[in-house]
Nanobody
Framework: QVQLMESGGGSVQSGESLRLSCAVS????????VAWFRRAPGKEREGVAI???????TYVASVKGRFTISRDNAKNSLYLQMNNLKPEDTAMYFC???????????????????????WGKGTQVTVST
């Protein structure tokens, strides 16, 4: 059973930074296509950033230049550095990973939660003005 566990959420002021972490229980999943999604109250789940097998990142337009996705394969961990946070970034953030049987990110994966087989339970980020 592959498990993902997020940490690092919290309450911050607008303009501040947070770094989310995601621990992946199995190394074979942490090295494939991985992602961060978020769900704001009353809104649909939204892809924030994905990281492909070759290290290529993709971001949703609203976070480009502010968020950075990265991973440390030695630690089986995924990260999301979030700078210059805005109130509209308030959401529950989830990390996700694809099955190791087909690890690469398919086209459009940032917009398709179904591309990911394994999910964490989420960590809350709240940004106030």
């Amino acid at each position: 059973q592959v498990q993902l566990m997020e940490s690092g959420g919290g309450s911050v002021q607008s303009g501040e930074s947070l770094r989310l972490s995601c621990a992946v229980s199995a190394s074979t999943y942490g090295t494939g296509c991985v992602a961060w999604f978020r769900r704001a109250p009353g809104k649909e789940r939204e892809g924030v950033a994905i990281l492909d097998v070759d290290g290529t990142p993709t971001y949703v337009a609203s976070v480009k230049g502010r968020f950075t996705i990265s991973r440390d394969n030695a630690k089986n961990s995924l990260y999301l550095q979030m700078n210059n946070l805005k109130p509209e970034d308030t959401a529950m953030y989830f990390c996700a990973a694809r099955s190791h049987y087909n690890p690469s990110c398919p086209p459009g994966a940032i917009s398709y939660a179904g591309a990911f087989s394994y999910w964490g339970k989420g960590t809350q980020v709240t940004v106030s003005t």
